[in-house]
Structures are given as C-alpha cells and as structure tokens.
C-alpha cells in the first residue's frame, strides 16, 4: 500500500477495508482519497505529506449520506439562491426539533431553534451573548480547544473542572465554581476523552446549575456519536426545570457534512432565542446559516436514519479493534473504551516521552499523524495523551496501526535516530 516516502496509495474500491469491519457498512461508500488530498483540511489530507495518514482531526473519511447529495441535487436544480429566514429554514429547525425528540429525550419548539454556521461559530456566539468581560465560566479540563477559545474570545475567564479517573463528578464541579460564577460551558459527550453523562447526571447538573442561577453551554456536537446504543440525554431537555441551558449542535460528526459548517443553537426558550438572534445579528444578515447546507442537513436529519446506524456500528468496532492494537504497545495505557465520539485518546506516559515528542516520532518513523494532548489541543490536563481518529476504512486505520506497531521500538528509543 505505500512506499516510504512515496504517494500512499490508497484509491476507493467497492472493497475498501469497511466490509472487514461490519456487513453493514455497504451504506457508507468508500472514500476518494484524491479528493480527500485535495479537499480535506484542518490537519488532514490535504495538510501532511502524500505519504502520511492522518488520524487527526475529527472528520470522517467517509463520504456523506447518498440522500443528501440527492437533495442538494434537487434543490439547486432550480437555481435560485434567495436568502432564507433569518433564523433558519423552517423545515431545518423543525427537523433539528424532531430529531433531538427521537434521538435525545426532549422536546424542543423549533421556534427556538437557531441554524448557525458550524457549531463551532454556535459556542462563540452563546458565549459572547452571555458573557461579560472577566465573567467566570468553568470548563471541563481537558476539553476541545473550541470550548476555550470561545469562553475567552467573550472575555470570560476560566475555572477549570478537574475529571475523577475520566468522569466529571458533581463534586469536581461544585470545587470549580466561585461566586463570580456565572455560566459552565460543557462538552456532552465529552471530546476528547469519550465520556457520556446519564440523564441522573445531566439532571444533576442542571439542578446545581439552577440554584446558583449559573447558564449552561452545553456543545453537543457528538451527541450523534453515541455507541453501543446507550441512552443520551440532552441539557435542552432541562428547560422546563428551572436551568436555563443553551445547546449548540451541529452534523461534522455523525453525518460526515463538516465542510458545509451547519449548526444550531437551541435557546432555553423561544423568546430568548429572538433574543439571542437580535444581538448576534441574524435579524441583519450579519450572522446566519447557508441555505445549501441547511437543505443537506435536513436531508440528513429526515432520511439517512440507516446511513447514521451503519456508522455508528462501523466506528464502535473500529473503536473496540484499535483499542486492543494500541494496548498491545509499550507504554500504553487505554483503561476503558469511550461511551461516544470516534476518537481514542490514550495515555502514553509510561512511554517516557512527552506527548508532543511522541506525535513528532510516530509521524517520523511510522509516517502517521495524531494529536498530542498539548494544551493548544485540549488543555493541560491532556498532557501525557494523544489523541487518534477513528471515522475512516478498516483498510485505512489497519494501514496506520501496522506502520505504528511495526516502528514502535524506533518512536520511543529517543537515542534511535531516523535515517532516510
């Protein structure tokens, strides 16, 4: 499959390493990957040398639902590309509405359904609405780098919630908060570490959240990437309760769409929804969702059901097959598998190397990419980890596990050094 140094040719075939992992995974299709080395940024394909494969950012490899391709068709055959409602299309906020309904244990008005570019774009906007400048905000530690980022681009200061061997208890909670309090910004599921709240625990939360009237940014972009069929129990169903929680949501993760950036924010009521959209500036045109993208995620959200199944049961097999690879490897330390996303993050300090040493080396020697848990990533407590992406062929992500496995003596004897 590659020559080191040479192109790594991996080009799509009826075959592609998916039917290894499941019968189910026909409904997924098989990846371009020149056109992932030509379109697929933020670390990936199109980011590293023709001879690398990236597990990096979480994006799948895996190309999207037939039906919304289907769709776009449909709709731009009639080329008219008029602005849409300021708040989003109706039929996307009632499709949002309704699936958080089937898939997340609450009942949303669509009417407080915002479609906003990218989640991402979403938790900035919340915060900014929310915040004032030295607010304090406590965030889970670690956490995705977007969560902070948003927090201070808002001018709130962070508290951060230390993790019990992986959970994020009540306890850890109630040592993070002060008086100055005024809003815990949240990853649910939990990215990077793949931890999953009960619907006791969201209540929990909430009901703490409420006593103190503190906001709640609850960034539950991988709420479509729940394994092993478990249970998920959104913030938003929390409205009704006294807590007063924002939910940002969007369809990267488990619709494969990240490039077309569709979001939503879900306001703890139609009236502060209005709210939210007059201040951020949808009522203006300044802010807002591309119309495309809103009819590719409705289409996705209304009839590719099958498609998200199959994928959920592709990456929980994934998740279980690189698990049991990486724990055969010196060093390694993976305690127990995530409860949602398609990520691993293992603990590698027991290798001895620092984790941006690490990632460097295996990117090196083995000519794979990951994440270090650098605190730019995922914050200080990250250290010690890598993070690896899982959402692509069986094919693909044996490929990477066989170059780390067979170059791992050379990545962690730091006297070893790469000859070319």
Request: contains cysteine; aromatic residues 6%.
């Amino acid at each position: 499959m590659l020559s080191r140094h040479n192109t790594l040719m991996l080009e799509p075939s009826p075959t592609d390493g998916l039917t290894r992992a499941s019968t189910s995974e026909s409904l997924l299709g098989s990846p371009d990957y020149a056109v992932l080395r030509a379109r697929a940024h933020n670390l990936r394909w199109a980011c590293v040398d023709m001879d690398v494969i990236p597990l990096t950012a979480a994006d799948p490899d895996l190309p999207a639902p037939q039906q919304v391709v289907e769709h776009l068709a449909q709709y731009i055959a009639s080329p008219h590309f008029s602005y849409g409602p300021a708040g989003g299309l109706i039929e996307f906020r009632a499709a949002v509405a309704q699936h958080f309904a089937s898939t997340k244990n609450c009942t949303i008005d669509p009417d407080a359904v915002t479609a906003t570019n990218s989640a991402a774009s979403a938790i900035t906007l919340v915060a900014r609405h929310l915040l004032k400048q030295g607010d304090e905000v406590v965030v889970q530690d670690p956490v995705d780098f977007l969560v902070t980022e948003s927090v201070r681009r808002a001018g709130g200061t962070l508290r951060l919630w230390a993790h019990d061997q992986g959970r994020f208890t009540l306890d850890g909670l109630a040592a993070a908060i002060t008086p100055r309090t005024r809003a815990l910004c949240l990853c649910h599921p939990h990215n990077p570490m793949g931890s999953l709240w009960s619907g006791a625990e969201v209540r929990a939360i909430a009901a703490f959240a409420a006593a103190l009237g503190i906001e709640i940014i609850s960034d539950e972009v991988w709420s479509d990437v729940v394994l092993d069929q478990r249970a998920f129990t959104s913030f938003a169903a929390m409205s009704g309760s006294g807590a007063t929680p924002w939910v940002v949501y969007g369809l990267s993760k488990g619709y494969a769409l990240a490039g077309l950036r569709i979001g939503a924010v879900l306001a703890p009521s139609v009236a502060r929804a209005a709210e939210f959209r007059a201040q951020a500036g949808f009522d203006h045109t300044i802010e807002g969702a591309s119309t495309l993208s809103q009819v590719a995620a409705t289409a996705a959200l209304m009839h590719c059901d099958e498609w998200r199944a199959a994928f959920l049961s592709h990456v929980a097999q994934q998740r279980t097959h690189a698990a049991t690879r990486l724990r055969a490897l010196a060093g390694v330390e993976l305690s127990a598998l995530p409860e949602a996303t398609f990520v691993l993050f293992p603990n590698i300090s027991a290798t001895g190397l620092a984790c941006e040493t690490l990632a460097a080396r295996i990117e090196q020697f083995a000519r794979v990419r990951v994440v270090p848990g650098s605190p730019r990533w995922f914050g200080h407590a990250a250290s010690g980890h890598i993070r690896l992406s899982l959402a692509t062929t069986r094919a693909t992500l044996d490929e990477a596990l066989d170059r780390i496995t067979a170059s791992w003596s050379s990545i962690i004897d730091v006297t070893h050094k790469h000859s070319k």
